[in-house]
């Protein structure tokens, strides 16, 4: 996508959403971050995965994971439904161990994990990507907190994250949205709630952490967002890529 080789009908569409060309620079920057991640999670030896709010995230069946890995995806059991019977009906399969944990990140997902075979003795490649602005901050800091409670060292984790936006504007987004008839079409779906910066959080907490801001991601990749853009420059000043591993001393 970045490369500009995902042309054709599919591209065209993809340029055209309604969310515009810096939405897809965006998604597609983000993919790339967090492939890279994975990347280097697995050459470092992890073999055990976990995809929070995995959504329409397709990496187990996409990335070349080494044999033995075990890939769990959370989220509600009908997302996690849908991607399993539209990637079967294409034919595709996973390249690793796929389990579904059907689950609300809200409830005691822990758990669930664990029921699911989940092994906190061995070191863990975590991700959450597109999920921490639907979690409010206490759900947010429950979410860290489980992420830590089940990581032994040397394990890995990966996050996408937006500082949140001045109260007045985010009330002015949301009516805009209410006002035009879409409501819960994004501004009235998510929190605007940090508990703190990824960085910071897992830094205190054992973990070697670097949050790389997205506007400089974009840049290097080729997409950079122009700062005066109304909608997008705000988002990509406001949004970090985090990544960070746990008793080590490089992420
Ligand atoms: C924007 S999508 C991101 C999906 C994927 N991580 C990605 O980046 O493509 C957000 C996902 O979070 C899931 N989600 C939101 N709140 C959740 C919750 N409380 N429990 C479980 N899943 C949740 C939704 O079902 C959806 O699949």
Redesign the pocket.
């Known amino acids: 996508m970045l490369d500009g080789t995902a042309s054709g009908s599919h591209g065209t569409q993809l340029l055209e959403t309604e969310f515009g060309g810096h939405f897809v620079s965006f998604q597609g920057a ?1 993919t790339r971050y967090f492939d890279a991640y994975f990347a280097k999670a697995v050459a470092a030896g992890v073999r055990q995965v976990v ?7 397709s990496r187990a069946y996409r990335l070349p994971w080494p044999g033995g890995t075990v890939v769990y995806e ?3 059991p009908k ?1 996690l439904e849908f991607k399993r019977d539209v990637l079967a009906e294409h034919g595709d399969s996973p390249r690793a161990d796929r389990r579904e944990v059907a ?5 005691d ?1 822990p758990l669930a994990l664990v029921d699911s075979g989940f092994d906190p003795s061995i070191p863990t490649a975590w ?5 921490l602005i ?2 409010p901050a206490i ?1 947010q800091e429950q979410l860290f907190a489980g992420i830590d409670a089940l990581s032994s060292s040397g394990s890995w984790v990966a996050v ?1 994250e937006g500082r949140p936006m001045p109260d007045q504007v985010f009330a002015a987004k949301q009516k805009e949205e209410r006002d035009a008839g879409q409501s819960g079409t994004f501004f009235t779906l998510i929190y605007n709630e940090q508990i703190a910066p990824a960085e910071e959080w897992f830094g205190a907490h054992g973990w070697h952490a670097t949050a790389t801001p997205l506007s400089g991601y974009l840049a290097d990749v080729g997409r950079p967002i122009p700062p005066d853009d109304p909608d997008a420059g705000p988002m990509a000043a406001a949004n970090s890529l985090v990544s960070a591993v746990k008793g080590a001393g490089s992420s």
């Open positions: 983000r995809i929070l709010a995995a959504g329409l995230d959370l989220d509600q997302v689950v609300d990140l809200r409830d997902w991700i959450a990507e597109g999920l639907y979690l759900a996408e």
